[in-house]
């Protein structure tokens, strides 16, 4: 959604755009065009789609007829899906919008309205459990739906997964808990939401993440703030 764009930050002007804790690259925004404005090497699209309105920057080959006549039917009033890299230029956010079309379906809309809907949740708190993980509960060997705590809560870290994790200090075990809480990502988790999720003082928290990769359980990623763990 576009008004998570708008709230998107970075550590630094080279630095990857976050959402909440989520490192973001391409993009895509279905909104209504509100204004046009053609311009000798690019076309500028004023967009909205209820939850924030933001430029979408799509740079123009004029030789090309076929390139010319694909963006040209776009108008305002228009619905469009936009997909691009969320850029900034002099303290005014946009998006580098590579590719650029028309909505011919209103269920679109409405479907990427969920659809963000969805994986907000899921980067919040875990995607919901399969099937099969739920194949020991009589009701769903049955194929009966089962019921009971939120698909979207911590259920699916049974106490076998966390028994390894008891016997550290508190707050270690609260930081390893939370990560296992977490859907898995290539790029780990930042420090940051570590340290929102778990409380307590900056200080204690890093002291506590330099334990858990002096023991071996957690190790750095990308970078020195992004962790993931070992087992």
Request: proline share 5%; with cysteine.
């Amino acid at each position: 959604m576009i008004g998570q764009l708008l709230n998107a930050t970075q550590a630094h002007s080279d630095a990857e755009w976050m959402i909440e804790d989520a490192e973001i690259g391409q993009v895509t925004v279905v909104a209504s065009v509100i204004t046009i404005k053609n311009q000798a090497t690019n076309c500028v699209y004023w967009i909205d789609d209820g939850s924030g309105r933001v430029e979408a920057r799509h740079w123009v080959d004029s030789a090309n007829e076929e390139d010319s006549e694909r963006w040209g039917s776009i108008t305002e009033g228009a619905y469009i899906r936009v997909m691009g890299g969320l850029k900034m230029f002099g303290n005014k956010r946009y998006i580098n919008a590579q590719h650029i079309r028309p909505v011919k379906d209103h269920h679109e809309f409405l479907f990427h309205t969920l659809e963000a809907m969805t994986v907000t949740r899921i980067f919040e708190k875990g995607p919901p459990p399969r099937p099969s993980d739920a194949g020991k509960d009589p009701r769903a060997v049955a194929g009966g739906s089962v019921t009971g705590p939120s698909a979207y809560t911590a259920q699916s870290n049974t106490a076998s997964s966390t028994d390894q994790y008891a016997h550290l200090p508190p707050l270690q075990r609260r930081i390893a808990e939370f990560m296992l809480s977490r859907p898995p990502a290539d790029e780990g988790i930042h420090v940051g939401a570590i340290a929102r999720s778990v409380g307590g003082d900056a200080r204690a928290i890093s002291e506590a993440l330099d334990k858990l990769m002096d023991d071996g359980y957690v190790f750095t990623t990308i970078d020195d703030s992004h962790f993931q763990l070992s087992v």
